[in-house]
């Protein structure tokens, strides 16, 4: 094989090789969320608020009080997105360590997805855990509102439904006016199936 072929071997593979990450769906990056926070008391009140690094300039706002915590991100419209939560199964609600973010082929973040964990008086009963999906709005007039939230004690495949309503759905939820859909056992419908009934003209 001359050195011409060679070179034209070498930029098909190139092209092949660009064409296929230029085609790379969404990923994800993992931040454990308690790493790097400023922790306050909020004043009068029974409640601590940390700030703690997102992923790349985002900032994730966490409150929390004897019984439950919230999340918000950006410093607009906190007390916006601390009023969603996902349906309360127990008394107490506590925050998985690790968010995940979802990212679009650039890299940027679009979504995100953390877990909320539930746990009741007694130990071993009326326990459960929730997935929420957040769309990130970094112009919009809150920094996020949320998407969906999966149920994920149970339910075979959360995750990657949690990853589905992230990708399907995030990019054109009207924050403020949607209100965020629950996916369990019992749901109407899947991530694809309310994703088809969204699109213009459905």
Do not use: K
């Not at 906190?78 to 890299?107: C, I, K």
């Not at 759905?169 to 209100?179: E, I, K, N, Q």
């Amino acid at each position: 094989m001359n050195a011409s072929i060679y070179s034209l071997a070498f930029a098909l593979v190139a092209t092949l090789s660009l064409g296929g990450a230029m085609a790379q769906g969404p990923d994800s990056a993992y931040v454990r969320v308690f790493d790097n926070c400023e922790t306050r008391q909020l004043q009068d009140q029974p409640y601590y608020q940390s700030d703690c690094l997102g992923y790349g300039d985002w900032t994730v706002h966490v409150i929390a009080g004897e019984h439950g915590a919230a999340v918000a991100y950006s410093d607009r419209g906190q007390e916006t997105q601390w009023a969603e939560n996902p349906p309360r199964m127990a008394p107490f609600q506590d925050l998985g360590e690790v968010m995940e973010w979802r990212l679009d082929s650039e890299g940027v973040a679009f979504a995100t997805i953390y877990r909320s964990l539930f746990t009741g008086f007694e130990p071993g009963r009326d326990e459960g855990q929730f997935l929420t999906v957040t769309a990130l709005r970094p112009d919009g007039p809150v920094g996020g509102c949320h998407v969906a939230y999966i149920e994920a004690a149970v339910q075979p495949g959360a995750n990657q439904i949690a990853r589905d309503a992230a990708d399907m759905l995030a990019a054109d939820w009207l924050c403020g006016v949607d209100a965020p859909y629950v996916f369990d056992l019992n749901s109407d419908m899947d991530v694809a199936t309310l994703a088809a009934q969204r699109r213009p003209g459905h």
